[in-house]
């Protein structure tokens, strides 16, 4: 398609504001999300919609003209995909799913998982890999976790009894590293006859050419909108066909699945097709007839080749400007030569880290405002490993396996929060003074900030303060009101809830974090009111609007 500066604003109308914004308000917004999901070109789908128009599509399953056609835009859809990850297609099976975790889901409850039986996983896997672990349980297998390192060794490799499943991710959704899954897979094959290999490849086939079928894998998931954006809701499991009867059973059936089924006896005869079988019901046939014209925008684009080449210099050109901008605040966890990830912790000047959702918000008050991602939710192996060898402490891991040897049971390290009395998700009360929203609204003010009242807040408990100042609350260690004691327990930090108007439930013009940040910040957190918590035995006592405050306890100053 050429330059992108020439047709970038006719494709993404969105991220460039104005009436078809996509940013707040429809104003511009920086997108670098694309490992969450790809954006779909205008183009794209413009063409889906007109023949969705121009063309009858309908139930695959019902006859006619129209479900004829359908069933030929499908049985099209299905051998592009095909045709586009095998060099030799014939071999495997393409069961469309809802997305790649529920393609893991459907090959994990259906594999042959038996007493001796395992489950391996590589430890910086999604985390609905990891999920897979309970249709192995379930069904008597137990699990093994591996690194990437382990996973090239012969020895690191138990031989099992019963049929095996191995899920080794192509490219880590946290940090960008490539597994050497050909090399892995040569070991596995050395080892036993009993594992079977499914290679994770959401988040590689978005940017690299692949062809699984030369790999030597049983089995691969993935979704369609992580490489082109549109549709969503469909992912892909594909099956070697050798294999597909020896280690799955199906057991539930559906619409579609069967050639003949009474309700009222024991008797079923499932089809032959294990497509058919493992697509119960109605599939998304707007989605799969969809799925054509992605590829048609990959090919327009010069193919996923062409988008790596662009990707990795957007992404070196993003890690050489924050590490000029970050100094040595910016800690990198990516692998370097990472296509399209750069994943980051930051330091405060104190040498603590900064939370990631006060970076998300901060980059969402931005103007334009950022969209990015945040936290360990999907990847939780890699992450913990990234803080470990970045200098983030002893890992949770660690701690637990230092009490599983002194307990000689299994352990897991958790946090049990004893809140008392009270109705907030992290503290009994919120206590905050209308000193401290003036001062707020004073230095907003003079950033032509908007101005924002008690409210926005949601605090249990607002004081006034005579006009004496800011922030008073600060130096509280415990309060009395109306002969009812209370603790303070601490600084609340704020999320950007406190950008949106209670009153009218509407997402304001983003200038309260931002005004807090530049004079409330605190171990890499913004901070603004106090929880309190009631002590003292008995269930009397009443607190009412206009009681007397008195401080019973004060930090040193």
Known sequence: MGFIDTWRSREFPALLGGKRGGGEGGGAIVYADHAGAALPM?????????????TVLCNPHSNGPGSGRTKELIDESRHMVLNHF???PQSFNLVFTSNCSDSLNILSSSFAFERGSLLVFAKNSHTSVVGCRENARRRGGTFKCLTLEEMGEAENWPIPDKPSLVVIPAECNFGGR???VRGIVEVIRGVSDKYYVALDVAKYAAFHE???GELGVDFAVGSFYKMFGSPTGLGFLFMRRAVVERVLKVEYFGGGGVNAVLPGEDFVVKRRNVEEVLEPGTVDFRGIVG???GFRSLQELGGVEKMRKHVKCLSGEFRRRMGEVGGDSVVFHSDVDSCSIVSFSLRNKDGGWVGYNEVINLAELNDPPIQMRGGCFCNQGACLEALGESGGGVKSEECALWFERVLKVKCFLAREAKLGEGFANEAPLLLISGGSVRRLNQI???MGRQIVDEISFRPNFIVDDGGNGGNIEDEWQSIEVGGVCFKVQGPCSRCNMVEVDPNRARQGK???LRTLGNYRRSGGRIIFGVFVQRTG?????SVKVGEKVRITGKYAS
């Open 537 to 541: 035995g008995g269930q009397g006592g």
């Open 42 to 54: 205008r183009s794209q789908l413009s063409k889906s919609l007109e023949e969705s128009i121009k």
């Open 86 to 88: 095998f060099s030799k």
């Open 444 to 446: 907003g003010k003079t």
């Open 210 to 212: 692949v062809d699984l």
């Open 178 to 180: 490539l597994a050497d």
């Open 510 to 512: 983003g200038g309260v």
């Open 291 to 293: 799925l054509r014209w």
